[in-house]
């Protein structure tokens, strides 16, 4: 089992930038496919950033590539997920999960078996 704390959110102006962390706890970290998703003010979570095991991959969701970059530190147990050219479409709340076994796809919230409890990231106008 995992425990995941998120941090790093808060209030950007547009075009600026943001790095979120997720630590995780346990001596397996590296075993485990870590993703990215996010929630905004009345709308379901959605998928943003997903990096396998070794860091050797990652995936983004459309909305994000090409001004996100997710990685990872296996020997500090945290993933990171760098955030640039904010837009207010970008406001949400992060979270960081985790899973051993991808059983279809990794942008599938269901996917993932542990959830950090979220950080909000607001960008202004």
């Known amino acids: 089992q995992v425990q995941l704390v998120e941090s790093g959110g808060g209030l950007v102006q547009a075009g600026g930038s943001l790095r979120l962390s997720c630590a995780a706890s346990?001596?397996?970290?590296?075993?485990?496919?870590m993703g990215w998703f996010r929630q905004a003010p009345g709308k379901v979570r959605e998928f943003v950033a997903h990096i396998s095991r070794s860091g050797g991959y990652q995936y983004y969701a459309d909305s994000v590539k090409g001004r996100f970059t997710i990685s990872r530190d296996n020997a500090r147990n945290t993933v990171y997920l760098q955030m640039n050219s904010l837009k207010p479409e970008d406001t949400a709340v992060y979270y960081c999960?985790?899973?051993?076994?991808?059983?279809?796809?990794?942008?599938?919230?269901?996917?993932?078996?542990?959830w950090g409890q979220g950080t909000q990231v607001t960008v202004s106008t």
């Open positions: 999960a985790a899973t051993l076994v991808l059983r279809s796809a990794y942008d599938v919230e269901h996917d993932y078996d542990y």
């Open positions: 346990g001596r397996t970290f590296s075993g485990y496919y």
